[in-house]
């Protein structure tokens, strides 16, 4: 597996991570302790050195599974969990009070049986809370041993300046795919400029992106994407079309949906490290395969030529989850 740096600061990860999210919040029933446990190994032994948690996933029980499934690789992996929402709820409202945050990680580092966090992010900004102040807790506990590296998801450029300011922001997360671009426009460039790193979650769109949703899929009742606007009956047809482009250009490069969808998100910058999540060892292993894909400038040409004037239909998270959206 190549690697690639986050950040200026000597964080360097495999090129692909797993986001373990899946394995037990957000996309239905969570998977048995010990498949779990089996497919981050199975990761891990094919050369993927980043794992991306949260005390929310779950709650916690995301990171207990992480913490026992990486103890025989500790050492040559990175772990980064999140903190930010009030008891480990996305629905509860946010907290990144200062005295939250060091007792987050101080229970996620009893919960994933390690005694540093490689990666600690901010899941979300807290308008009640300066980020002075998150990124001055973050940059004592690094000082303290506990952390190694500090992040922000889904943040906005003032926050990524102000917080950097204080304590070097090592990467952000946020969603970007094929079909949520929208950190193009003014992230990316600070990113660049600032020298941090960039971790997308979703790359695959939320599953969309692979071919393997259409219309017609039904998800099980406690599946996030039943109250996705994104993933209304109605959306799913209109994006139907989305997938079919990126089949055309998967056959000719004898790949599939989700290998070019990754591949894409890979040759945007260098400093890029997406996180897509899965339960199953084939598509873990599909995905993995993206990395071994080179896209050439004239096969990226050809990708934007083939989407341009396609509307992505729907918004990405309902309003009742207007927290995961904050900036």
């Not at 040409?301 to 207007?322: D, H, K, M, N, W």
Request: with cysteine; charged share 25%; hydrophobic share 45%.
């Amino acid at each position: 597996m190549k690697t690639r740096k986050l950040g200026n600061g000597g964080l360097e990860v495999s090129a692909i991570g797993l986001g373990c999210m899946g394995l037990s919040f957000g996309y239905g029933p969570a998977a048995e302790k010990q498949d779990a446990i089996a497919l981050i190994r199975a990761a891990a032994e094919r050369g993927v050195t980043f794992f991306d948690s949260a005390e929310a996933y779950g709650p916690y029980t995301n990171e207990e599974v992480l913490g026992e499934a990486l103890a025989p690789f500790r050492d040559r992996v990175v772990i980064a969990t999140k903190f930010g929402f009030k008891d480990a709820n996305p629905l509860a409202g946010l907290d990144s009070r200062p005295q939250q945050v060091r007792a987050v990680a101080e229970a996620s580092l009893l919960r994933l049986n390690t005694d540093r966090i490689d990666l600690f992010y901010q899941h979300r900004v807290d308008p009640n809370v300066p980020i002075e102040d998150v990124a001055g807790t973050v940059k004592d506990l690094i000082a303290e041993g506990k952390v190694k590296h500090f992040g922000l998801s889904e943040a906005g450029e003032d926050s990524i300046r102000r917080a950097h300011a204080v304590q070097p922001v090592a990467a952000l997360q946020s969603e970007y795919s094929l079909w949520w671009r929208e950190p193009e426009k003014e992230i990316l460039p600070v990113l660049e400029e600032l020298g941090i790193g960039f971790v997308p979650f979703s790359p695959l769109g939320k599953g969309f992106l692979t071919g393997a949703i259409t219309a017609d899929t039904t998800f099980d009742k406690t599946d996030f994407r039943n109250i996705a606007p994104r993933f209304t009956t109605q959306a799913r047809a209109a994006n139907t079309v989305l997938v079919e482009r990126i089949g055309e250009i998967a056959a000719a490069k004898q790949a599939t949906c989700a290998q070019i969808a990754i591949a894409w998100v890979l040759a945007q910058k260098p400093w890029i490290a997406p996180i897509p999540g899965t339960t199953k060892l084939h598509r873990l292993e599909e995905n993995l395969g993206a990395a071994d894909i080179d896209l050439t400038s004239e096969d990226i040409y050809l990708i934007e030529g083939a989407l341009a004037g396609l509307t992505v239909q729907g918004e990405r998270y309902p309003a009742q989850f207007s927290s995961l959206i904050n900036r």
